[in-house]
């Protein structure tokens, strides 16, 4: 008697459904990233989501496709791996090994995992508008949520929980990255809902960096707004996006929190009863100081990834990435991570420039609020210590699948479905 095998029981995995797998375990990583449910909901910071999430990366990264995937490694992915050997190289001749060993594998080599997954599983537009979606929501939900729950509270306004977000000038900084992404989804989202969205989460967003008291935030996000509204209402001619701003701007002049203007006072070095400054000026000028003497007395391996509070006994970061890497990795650290930025600032410009971006006002839009973020983080970055955070390597991991997409002869192959005779055709693109 014949026996059927049951085809389910024998059916391979296909090549394309294990990158789909492995892009959607990616989001997963964002999401949990970005929205830290470990820090809202009670109960769940014992099940350890953050390595989890780092677990998911790393079987993404197995699961992915080898159909699709790009010839040759990206410039900016070799340059992360060059950034990551060097940091292990430094371990040796750190200050406390055990702290270095921690930041370098614990990490930063998060950052490798995730550039190298996303390199190896997106190609597709839609793909990259996911991405950015769930950080923009992201930051943006908690921004609402930090300003709802905590806007009683005196002092600084800082986030909900003690994950990416917690900390006051960390906000400022990723709401400052993540305001011209908002913005790109509020000139592309359909309906009016989404636009109120987007528009009321970019206010409360401004409200929420005033409301930081953070300087670094300030400032970073002043040159994102300055740069969005030259480059999508001047260059773009959106003449109504430039009324809305002046309109907005004289809504937020109402809702300034209590002694602002003395803090943006201290960064001309006017300091003063109630500015909320109590001797952090002069302690950052220090810190930015020793971290230049650190970086003239060991040049090559630095102190250590992560060693400068311990080293220093000031139990301080160096609130500055630039000094951060040199001082504690070495010269050469510094170097390869500004040659990674003048790489992503390169990926964008081709984009902008590009046939299929012309072609595409969504990948044009995304192209110009990933070059305004850029340039707001080159700017915070003199202020804030994120050497080793993630958000950095996912805004130059966007710019290099932003170059892959624009740089397709070909736009997505366009599917036509019939219907019958009496219904006309739709056409539907994948992308």
Known sequence: MAVLANPMTKTAVSPKERSNLGFRLMLVFSFLYYFRPEDIIPGLAPLHLAKVAGCLALLALLLGSKKGRPKKLPLELKLIFALFAWLILTIPFAYWRG????????????AVIIALTLTLTVSRTFQLRRLIFVQAIGVTLMTIASVIVNHRMQGRLSGIGEGLLSNPNDLAMNIALNWPLCLAFLLSG?????????GLGMLVMIYAVMATYSRAGFMALSLAVVLCLWE???????????????????????AVPQNYSKRLETLA??????????GSSEARKDLLVKSLKITA??????????NFQAYTHLWRVTHNTYTELSSECGIPALLL????????FRNVKYARKSLRAN??????????????????????????????????YYLVTYTTLLYRIASQQKDDKVIVVKKPANVPLRVYSPA
């Not at 359909?190 to 987007?198: I, N, Q």
């Not at 991570?337 to 992503?344: D, I």
Request: charged share 15%; with cysteine; hydrophobic share 55%.
């Open 269 to 278: 070095g006017k300091f003063q009863q109630g500015d909320m400054d109590n």
């Open 99 to 110: 702290g270095s060993f921690d930041v370098v594998f614990w990490g930063f080599s998060k």
């Open 359 to 392: 072609q595409n006002r969504e990948l044009q839009l995304y192209a110009s609020a990933l070059w305004v973020a850029l340039a707001a983080y080159l700017l915070g970055a003199f202020f804030a210590s994120t050497a080793y955070e993630l958000f950095p």
């Open 297 to 306: 007395t060991r040049p090559i391996f630095g102190i250590g990834p992560g």
């Open 190 to 198: 359909r309906g009016l809902a989404r636009k109120m969205f987007w």
């Open 337 to 344: 991570f500004l040659l990674l930025l003048s790489r992503a």
């Open 232 to 254: 999508f209402g001047v260059r773009g001619k959106r003449f109504l996006l430039l009324a809305g701003a002046v309109l907005c701007g004289l809504v937020l002049i109402v």
